[in-house]
């Protein structure tokens, strides 16, 4: 690929990024105010939840500083995301549908932002897999549990899953030879597709102890 095909991928990934953290930010804040914490709570529940995935990621590769300690635009962001939430949380509550659009492409972006880091790095592809699912999902997971709840990712939904195969999808065709901005396309169309998939059609993970021993069920 030529430098001004990565420019115009790696721009687009990045206005993606942002707009996936924003969500993300949303996501926490509102997690926040369903549990009643004050504006600074809130702040942090949002900050982890944007930022969370990424940094554990960072650390795991050995990257230092962690990549939203760069650039600013990211604190920016999610100082936005929490004002929308304070602002507006009643109107926030009646876009549910898309929040959860923005939310799945925001996982889409992160595990691409994760595989491609990753794969700088030089690791092996199953790990580089895993560092994309990373990068989408732990931010979520460490909300949760500051929250008290059980992690999404644990609650029997394609979500961490819908990560790993866009994964798997990007690692195949990049040994078939595909060049990244298509591959990074193909993979975010996939994992947004599997994603609203399993939503529509209430398809999800069985339970570890469900009786019918099959990885897949309908709720």
Partial sequence: MNALGWANIDSLLFYLDLIGTLVFAISGSMAAANKKLDLFGAAFIASVTAL??????????????????????????????????????????????????????????FTILGLKKALIFEVEPIIAIIMGMFSATMGGVIRDMLINEIPLIFRKEIYALACIFGGIIFIWLQGLGLNFELNAMITIFTIIMVRILAIRYKIGLSGIDDQKKFPFKKS
């Fill in 52 to 109: 969370g995935g990424g940094t554990i990621r960072d650390l795991l590769l050995g990257e230092s500083p962690v990549g939203w300690m760069q650039n600013v635009d990211y604190l920016l962001v999610i100082s936005l995301g929490v004002g929308i939430t304070f602002l507006f949380q009643k109107q926030v509550r009646k876009l549910r549908k898309t929040l959860f659009l923005f939310d799945t492409i925001g996982i889409a972006v």
